[in-house]
């Protein structure tokens, strides 16, 4: 039985009806993970013995009960294990408790068998960290599988799992989504617990989740594991009927849709195809669709994200150091890490809470802009998944990042405008997803177009703030009426 073509759902399924049996799924995955991880390197710590003991407490009536799975190595903390958030400098620490969504993994009847490979503390759109060397595409193993959830996403894409975790902090669900021909879903700010290690994660742009291959585990895993925890700073109460929606076809749906990057870089013409003819297809279901110019400030949209990104990484750093009591300029952190840090270290408390204000106006833009649309569709991405290496900072960057991580040197940056160069530089090579994350919109990437070179390019559907039911029901009648489970890539060039 070819066990990694099934979805989580459908697998859970066959363990209920007894067609298999726990144990031969935990084998054939655990197999399958050996088989294929030495060419994708997308799980740097499995856990197989453990995940079988724990499989032997599973409930057998829940709902993913003996499915396998895997977490992001950032923020989903498994007790007493090295959460090393794809630093050399964490790599010895253990998390000492597990994070609240891990709980709710667990409870659902998940089985963890590792963590799974993601760029120095999530900073990247891509997977390349220096300590576990880069996690490669399985449509082409030449090719990045996006970021920062791309070890999970590349473990789904080659059915290593059905599903497993990601977080979203300015695109890194709906990134790898794009890159490896998945379903991934961002959901609204505060919907998913991050707690109890957080409040909230980068000024609260960072949403947890899971990456997919069907909408049907998607809706399923937020119907288990929303609402706020224990402590959590915004009372979003547990929500359900996700499932139900993405078995009903929405009402006719008025969509606005864009494939313009808002800072007038250029957009691949694969890109571009991909929404046009998605634009065809909603039309033809009885949508409405209409093009439009989306309410971005290209500067402001680069700077005050930048802004917000170099705080939280001065801030992160500035806790690590005291967490391992070593000295910030001591830490075994990767270059570009260590420049945001010095950078973000100059940075007024005015300034960065003036950038936030930014944050509020495009929230304000976009729920006028939902009067009149109750979806927006755009590219996920600029262009279909780029050669491993391509989107790291190159070597004239890296030299610039090398002088500005000298201590003292940081106001360089600023004289010099290269925090605005750098601003725009990053929503340049990914300028559609980190709009969503500033206002807390639902935002998800559909697959639905593939490349002439064979290569996953993924449509992005943003809602208004707390509309997930809606996208799961247009998600649910684009999987039907264009079903993307037949495209797999070819595992035999993998072997």
């Known amino acids: 039985m070819e066990l990694q073509k099934y979805d989580a759902t459908g697998l859970a399924e066959l363990i209920r009806r007894g067609k298999v049996s726990n144990a031969e799924v935990y084998d054939f995955f655990c197999h399958h993970i050996e088989t294929l991880n030495p060419s994708l390197n997308a799980v740097i710590r499995p856990r197989f013995d453990k995940a079988r003991d724990e499989l032997k407490q599973i409930p057998p009536n829940a709902p993913f009960a003996g499915v396998p799975f895997l977490t992001k190595d950032l923020i989903a903390s498994l007790e007493g294990e090295v959460m090393g958030c794809g630093s050399a400098a964490m790599q010895q620490w253990k998390a000492p408790f597990d994070s609240e969504l891990v709980h709710r993994f667990r409870r659902a009847g998940l089985v963890i068998l590792g963590q799974t490979n993601t760029p120095e503390m999530g900073l990247m759109g891509i997977t390349e960290p220096v300590v576990h060397g880069p996690t490669h595409n399985p449509w082409n193993l030449e090719r990045t599988p996006g970021g920062s959830s791309g070890g999970s996403a590349a473990a789904v894409a080659a059915g290593m799992v ?29 919907r998913q617990p991050i707690g109890p290690a957080f409040a909230e994660c980068w000024a609260g742009a960072v949403s947890e989740h899971v990456l997919t291959r069907s909408v049907r585990d998607s809706a399923a895993m937020l119907e288990i594991t929303n609402g706020m925890d224990s402590g959590a700073p915004s009372p979003v109460l547990r929500e359900t009927g996700y499932v139900a929606a993405a078995q009903k076809d929405p009402e006719a749906l008025r969509v606005g849709f864009s494939t313009r990057s808002p800072t007038g870089s250029s957009v691949d013409p694969e890109c571009v195809e991909a929404v046009e003819k998605t634009a065809y297809l909603l039309e033809d279901l009885g949508h409405r669709v209409e093009e439009i110019e989306l309410p971005l400030d290209s ?9 917000m990104l170099l705080g939280q990484t001065a801030k992160s750093v500035a806790e690590l150091s005291e967490l391992l009591n070593i000295p910030a300029r001591q830490l075994q952190i990767e ?35 939902h009067q009149r649309y109750d979806v927006i569709m755009t590219p996920t991405m600029a262009t279909p998944p780029q050669p491993i290496g391509a989107l790291y900072p190159s070597k004239g960057e890296l030299f610039s990042m090398r002088l500005l991580s000298i201590p003292g040197m940081s106001w360089l940056a600023m004289k010099l405008g290269l925090a605005e160069k750098m601003a725009m530089d990053m929503l340049d090579k990914l300028p559609f997803t980190q709009a969503a994350n500033m206002t807390g919109q639902p935002s998800m990437s559909v697959p639905l177009h593939w490349s002439q070179e064979n290569l996953p390019v993924g449509v992005q559907f943003t809602g208004a703030m707390g509309e997930e039911m809606l996208l799961f029901s247009l998600a649910g009648q684009l999987e039907r009426t264009s079903p993307w489970h037949d495209y797999q890539p070819d595992l035999s060039k993998i072997y």
């Open 299 to 307: 500067v402001q949209l680069a700077t005050s994200f930048l802004t």
């Open 335 to 369: 270059l570009p890490t260590r420049a945001l840090y010095q950078i973000g270290s100059t940075i007024k408390a005015k300034d960065y809470l003036l950038a936030l204000n930014y944050w509020n106006e495009l929230s304000r833009e976009m729920g006028h802009l």
């Open 162 to 190: 059905p599903m497993a975790s990601g977080g979203d902090g300015g695109g890194s669900i709906r990134i790898p989504a794009s890159c490896c021909g998945l379903f991934g879903l961002k959901p609204s700010r505060n």
